[in-house]
């Protein structure tokens, strides 16, 4: 069981005091308990040889006494000991959360959603719950049947060895059974899983569902995991519903052959009908508690499948991390310079998606990238504040490889606007100062304003307070775009990179966004990806990427005299504009 625990040891050592008073608690809860049976043996042995009121007054006083302390010490107990299991319960929400959030973006390619919600959730039940009520019963359980014991013995040693030898089978019982559980319930965990994955699929791709008019294809596949889901369970249920009544009719044996062999022990006149009644009393005592061993049975096995689960996140190192040379270090401050040098980039063992870059960015200057879809322009970005991790010394900032610069400095510097726009279910105003939470409301809208949104809030009811849904759902695609332009302007960054985050408006927001951010882009870095001529062509250098590597780079006019890759494409977005106008 220890051994099960080890990853809990740092929670529950941190609690030990909480645990201590808990345990001392459970202790005279059950010392007191114990006192119960021999009162009331002693007032029936009494009533046989004539009692007084005075002595039956006295005798109920002292049961009084007794149910008002055992009342006492079960309410501390169970305060204390499930009140720690909560405590640990937050911890353990808490760091697993911080974890996820150190986690690079591979972790998330690799592990579902749905599997990571049902672990935060479901998981962390089972453990509060094995933490909580299995410890406390396991506890009361161990204490009584220890703390009543030498009672029994005393008034029978003959009578109590009798009574317990039903008692191992029952103990072999709960191994069995408890096998069973662990193992089934690792199975139902892993499909509660599959299902959770399933639904925020399908929550997050609703629009795309209708779209295609796939809801009932959808909800037969769900129904199917869903049964899948309850065939499993109920393989648990049938298995818990052996486990509880075997116990009882073990229990029911021993309380069956008490009767009959104490029955005769007080014919034979060996021990008081008080006595018997004190032992019978001790055997109801037991009842409970040895039931109640079926469910911490099942508590158990459910807590420590799901704490091998939990562990497993709690202990996934993020993949990009700082370097530990530079504990304890200054920040660096950036001044923006890029270099890619001899870069060669793949995702795990796919083939490299980036062969072989060299390019310079000198701070304060443009690059504009442009290319094919899947020529790598979105990896070569990801690689600048570390979202992958490209080889050592292959990416550099103001001269010095990235790895020699904390995560925190190097990504303090950056505004990033990625490809794919992402609004949290909040107002504008906080999605807009996401990365500034102490911006003022003036800030906001000057920001807002670069981004040429700001005169489209205003005009919504409540403004920035506006609340734009789950990932931006009441928003246009070009709304959302120019959040995230102004989410990214407003952090006053060092190196601003806009990942096609104009391809959702039309040319002339185009025209006035890159307005805006003229001003902004002077005296930082900028690094513009897109299909567009219009939006490439002012900046201070153009690189084409094609197939992962830079097949053309140079200004506009220079690309234009080369008569390759980029001027095709220049003639043909010029001839597309020529026609629009004249349709």
Do not use: C
């Not at 069981?1 to 201590?20: G, S, T, V």
């Not at 690792?186 to 509660?192: C, K, L, N, V, Y």
């Not at 897109?530 to 002012?538: E, K, L, M, Q, V």
């Amino acid at each position: 069981m220890f051994e099960r625990l080890r990853p809990l040891a740092p929670y529950l050592r941190r609690y030990w005091k909480h645990l201590a008073w808990g345990g001392v608690s459970v202790i005279l809860y059950n010392a007191i308990k114990a006192s119960l049976p021999p009162i009331i043996g002693h007032a029936i042995d009494e009533m046989q040889h004539g009692i007084t009121d005075r002595a039956l007054l006295m005798h109920a006083s002292r049961l009084l006494i007794v149910a008002v302390l055992m009342a006492v010490f079960l309410y501390l107990s169970r305060q204390i000991l499930i009140g720690a299991s909560r405590e640990i319960e937050f911890d353990l929400r808490n760091d697993i959360f911080a974890n996820l959030e150190r986690q690079s973006a591979a972790f998330y390619q690799r592990h579902r959603t749905g599997d990571i919600m049902a672990r935060t959730t479901n998981d962390l039940s089972a453990v509060r719950q094995l933490l909580g009520p299995a410890i406390l019963y396991s506890a009361n359980t161990v204490f009584f049947t220890v703390t009543a014991l030498p009672y029994m013995v005393k008034i029978s040693p003959k009578l109590t060895f009798i009574a317990f030898v039903p008692l191992p089978l029952a103990s072999l019982l709960v191994q069995y059974f408890g096998n069973k559980i662990h193992v089934r319930f690792e199975r139902i965990q892993a499909m509660f899983s599959d299902i959770s994955a399933k639904a925020q699929e399908n929550f997050s791709g609703a629009r795309l569902i209708r779209a295609f008019a796939q809801e009932e294809a959808e909800i037969a596949s769900f129904e199917t995991a869903n049964i899948e889901y309850i065939g499993r369970s109920l393989h648990l249920v049938r298995l818990m519903a052996m486990l509880w009544p075997t116990l009882e009719l073990v229990l029911g044996l021993s309380l069956v052959i008490t009767l009959l062999v104490g029955g005769h022990e007080v014919v034979e006149h060996r021990i008081t009908v008080g006595d018997f009644t004190s032992f019978m009393v001790y055997m109801v005592q037991l009842t409970w508690p040895m039931i109640a061993v079926g469910w911490v049975v099942n508590l158990f096995q459910r807590g420590t499948a799901s704490i091998v689960r939990i562990d497993e996140l709690l202990k996934e190192e993020p993949t990009i991390q700082d370097d530990p040379a530079l504990a304890g270090a200054a920040p660096d401050q950036i001044d923006g310079a890029i270099e890619f040098r001899h870069l060669t980039f793949g995702y795990g063992e796919m083939a490299p998606t980036l062969k072989d870059i060299n390019l310079t960015i000198p701070a304060g200057s443009s690059l504009a990238i442009v290319g094919p879809t899947g020529a790598g322009k979105s990896t070569l970005v990801n690689l600048i504040p570390r979202l992958y991790d490209a080889e050592p010394g292959m990416v550099l900032i103001d001269g010095k490889p990235i790895r020699q610069l904390a995560l925190d400095t190097l990504r303090g510097g950056i505004g990033f606007v990625p490809q794919e726009t992402f609004l949290f279910s909040d107002t504008i105003l906080h999605n807009v100062s996401f990365g500034v939470p102490e911006a003022t409301h003036e800030q906001v809208v000057e920001a807002a304003t670069v981004a040429h949104i700001a005169t489209e809030i205003l005009e919504f009811p409540k403004g920035f307070e506006t609340a734009v849904g789950e990932r931006g759902v009441t928003l246009s695609g070009g709304q959302k775009q120019r959040t995230a332009i102004a989410r990214a302007v407003l952090r006053d960054p060092k190196i601003l990179i806009l990942d096609d985050a104009l391809a959702s408006v039309d040319t002339y927001t185009e025209e006035r966004i890159l307005s805006g951010l003229g001003r902004v882009m002077q005296g930082r870095t900028t690094i513009l990806i897109s299909h567009r001529i219009s939006t490439a062509r002012n900046a201070d250098q153009i690189a084409v990427l094609v197939d992962g590597s830079i097949a053309e780079r140079g200004t506009h006019d220079d690309l234009l005299a080369l008569d390759g890759y980029y001027a095709r494409l220049y003639e043909k977005q010029r001839l597309e504009e020529e026609l629009a106008v004249t349709t």
